[in-house]
Each structure stands twice: as C-alpha cells, then as structure tokens.
C-alpha cells in the first residue's frame, strides 16, 4: 500500500473564467479556470465540481477525465 496526503483544489462554477455557457464538460480545462498558474501550482489534485459534472482537471496520481457517477 502506497499512502499519500493529496492537496486538492475543488472549483465549482464561480470559479470558471470564460463565456462558460456553451462550454460543455469535455472541454473544460485549466484554461477555463480564473486563477494564475502560480496560485495552483502546488496542488496535486484539481477537481471541477459544478452544474456540468465532475472532472479531475489536474493530477499527479490519477488519470484526468470526467468522474463518472
């Protein structure tokens, strides 16, 4: 067993910066998000949580994707 502490970033859709309307959760990525690399740089997990589902946008020990409920 591999035991790891994970900082994760949760970001809901106040956290989006885009025209976000039309944007669907497949091409939802870090560049829709409206924070500087530099401010989430030292998270290993970055998740979006919001109306359009849920997807890792960013991680060191999983694959990215949507999380399929």
Request: neutral net charge; contains cysteine.
């Amino acid at each position: 067993m591999d035991r790891k502490l994970i900082k994760t970033l949760i970001l809901n859709d106040d956290d989006l910066e885009c025209d976000c309307k039309d944007l669907n959760i497949n091409d939802l990525n870090l560049a829709s998000v409206g924070f500087r690399f530099s401010d989430i740089e030292s998270f290993d997990m970055i998740i979006y949580k919001g109306k359009r589902g849920e997807k890792i946008l960013r991680s060191k020990y999983t694959g990215l994707g949507i999380i399929k409920n």
